[in-house]
């Protein structure tokens, strides 16, 4: 027996050591069964259809008469509500003789209260699908809404992710959702994710799985044209961060345990030849497009690329998923003090784009050393010359990097500047503790003093 695990072990090592690319990927007929590898040998990509162009809210009605549609829920939030992509789709509803109801008291950064607000309205209805009008926070309350009603004996924590809730798979079949965004930066209208404040805790958490994803992602560059200069900024940084740690998440093979049946393996699975492929275009896009599409609001060329970016960036975070800078900065926006930014109303609130990217410059000179070729490809694509770098100062290099973006867009001068102190920091970390979905996919793993030094350097950053 010991010599038949000895040969096992031996063709294991030898699959994971021998070359993964595509050319080389099939080695014969060697198959060892009854063993469960102790890192994961495989990836997949799952996303929503996605639709891309100009006015193309038309169709919904159409796509929603297609799927036999009959009443349908819409949700919105208050801002939404009176714009023109939301005329464009109620338009689109009548014309097409569907029936609905709209609900348009969506929170902007939601929290359990107002997801249970929102499950509330969608429990009495009588809906048979649900479409999605608006940012990332319209877009993941939906998704809670749609998945509570498909199972209205569900409690609460069921689906929230562990360690705050039970993080219990999904096996009812929710209703068709479609997903309209409006901002460009959460790549919410392609992932099985649902994010929010949990009160309780002063943290975000939230709900992952695969069938939360929505059968359809329209994208609408026509919508990105109302959106306001600081809401671009702060979703453009999103899919910065997007992009940047799903291509330096840990790789998928380096991700343990194995799952003894896939359907159990993982939303984030780890950075893979696919994800990157998205990770390098938005990045590219972003060198290109981020200050235009800021600055020059009726650029529509810029506002359409920043508006596809952050669909690739979705897909690729849906698969490889996200680490350190949205584990951090889960307690960065729960624990919002005062800050009350321009373009967000009146209520103290830290966007989710500026909560990953102030520890960013930190977080990658942290993170270099895991794989200094993959940090300076980065830095290279968002414009740095990187010839004849040394490999020991990618994180440097990296960390300059996204400063000279964070500086052309004006971003606030670090934590400080949103209201926290040095003697925040303890309470930061144990909020980002529980966050071990996202932490467990940084490419190195975090003591609890690495966290606090990441956010001590993040209190001032210029």
Not at 5 to 29: E, M, W, Y
Not at 166 to 189: C, D, F, R, W, Y
Not at 328 to 349: Q, R, T
Not at 380 to 409: C, E, H, P, R
């Amino acid at each position: 027996m010991a010599g038949r695990k000895r040969v096992f072990d031996l063709l294991r090592t030898i699959d994971i050591a021998s070359c993964q690319c595509p050319a080389h990927s099939h080695r014969g007929n060697i198959h060892v069964s009854n063993v469960v590898p102790a890192k994961d040998y495989a990836f997949e990509i799952k996303c929503s259809t996605v639709r891309y162009g100009l006015g193309v809210t038309k169709e919904v009605g159409m796509d929603l008469v297609n799927l036999g549609a009959k009443n349908v829920c819409v949700m919105t939030d208050p801002n939404v509500v009176s714009l023109s992509p939301m005329k464009a789709v109620l338009d689109s509803l009548t014309k097409n003789g569907i029936n609905y109801k709209v609900y348009d008291r969506v929170r902007v950064e939601p929290t359990d209260s107002s997801f249970k607000d929102a499950i509330k309205f969608a429990k009495e209805g009588s809906f048979d699908s649900f479409v999605a009008v608006g940012g990332g926070s319209v877009m993941d309350t939906c998704k809670a809404a749609n998945l509570y009603y498909s199972d209205p004996g569900a409690e609460f924590l069921d689906y929230v992710n562990q360690p705050v809730g039970k993080g219990k798979k999904v096996q009812v079949e929710l209703k068709p959702m479609i997903a309209i965004p409006t901002t460009s930066g959460t790549g919410s209208e392609t992932t099985g994710m649902s994010i929010f404040d949990y009160e309780e805790i002063q943290a975000k958490t939230g709900i992952a799985d695969t069938s939360l994803r929505p059968v359809l992602a329209m994208i609408d560059p026509l919508h990105t044209l109302t959106v306001p200069e600081r809401v671009a900024n702060y979703s453009g940084f999103d899919i910065f961060c997007h992009a940047l740690e799903s291509f330096t998440a840990i790789p998928y093979n380096e991700r343990g345990p194995a799952p003894p049946n896939p359907a159990l393996r993982p939303v984030y699975q780890g950075s893979n030849p696919i994800s990157d492929v998205w990770a390098r275009f938005c990045l590219q896009s972003l060198r290109k497009y981020f200050a235009r599409s800021v600055y020059n609001p009726d650029d529509v060329e810029a506002r359409s690329s920043m508006h596809l970016a952050a669909t690739m960036a979705g897909v690729g975070i849906g698969n490889a998923g996200v680490h350190v800078c949205h584990g951090l900065a889960y307690p960065i926006a729960g624990n919002v003090k005062d800050f009350v930014p321009k373009d967000y109303g009146k209520e103290p609130i830290v966007p989710h784009g500026l909560a990953v990217v102030l520890t960013a410059p930190a977080v990658f000179r942290f993170t270099a050393s895991s794989d200094p070729d993959k940090h300076l490809e980065a830095a290279s694509l968002l414009g740095t010359n990187t010839t004849n770098v040394k490999q020991a100062d990618a994180g440097k290099v990296l960390s300059d990097t996204i400063l000279k973006y964070m500086d052309t867009m004006k971003i606030e001068n670090g934590l400080t500047a949103l209201g926290y102190t040095r003697d925040d920091v303890p309470n930061l970390v144990q909020g980002a503790l529980p966050q071990k979905r996202l932490l467990s996919i940084a490419p190195l793993p975090q003591s609890e003093d690495d966290l606090s030094k990441l956010l001590e350097d993040s209190l001032t950053i210029y």
